[in-house]
């Protein structure tokens, strides 16, 4: 019903920046908070950054100050820029999005980006 794609990952050395964009498709008029999550393999996959409908931003204290979260809610878009990047960044990051099902919340995943932060 929705389908989040994301874009932007890459290779960068510490202290750089790179910006994750993802665009959802298909039935999104209902959808509310979007966001970015990232995980490390073996490891679970941790909050960074949501944004509402209405601009209200929230963001993990290990990423707080150096990242920024922003919403297009006519492109349904969603984007991360990450700045002062560092090597505990390096992770998959994956787009999230949720949308209200009945009396619950129903969350969608893009397929994820891998960013990797290396000298």
């Known amino acids: 019903q929705v389908q989040l794609v994301e874009s932007g990952g890459g290779l960068v050395q510490p202290g750089g920046s790179l910006t994750l964009s993802c665009t959802a498709s298909?039935?999104?008029?209902?959808?509310?908070?979007l966001g970015w999550f990232r995980q490390i393999p073996g490891k679970q996959r941790d909050l960074v950054a949501t944004?509402?409908?209405?601009?209200?931003?929230n963001y993990s204290d290990s990423v707080k100050g150096r990242f920024s979260v922003s919403r297009d809610n006519v492109a349904n878009t969603v984007k991360l820029q990450m700045n002062n990047l560092q090597v505990e960044d390096t992770a998959v990051y994956f787009c999230?999005?949720?949308?209200?099902?009945?009396?619950?919340?129903?969350?969608?995943w893009g397929q994820g980006t891998q960013v990797t932060v290396s000298s």
């Open positions: 999230n999005a949720q949308m209200p099902f009945a009396a619950s919340t129903i969350n969608y």
């Open positions: 298909g039935k999104t008029k209902t959808l509310r908070t």
């Open positions: 944004v509402s409908r209405t601009g209200e931003t």
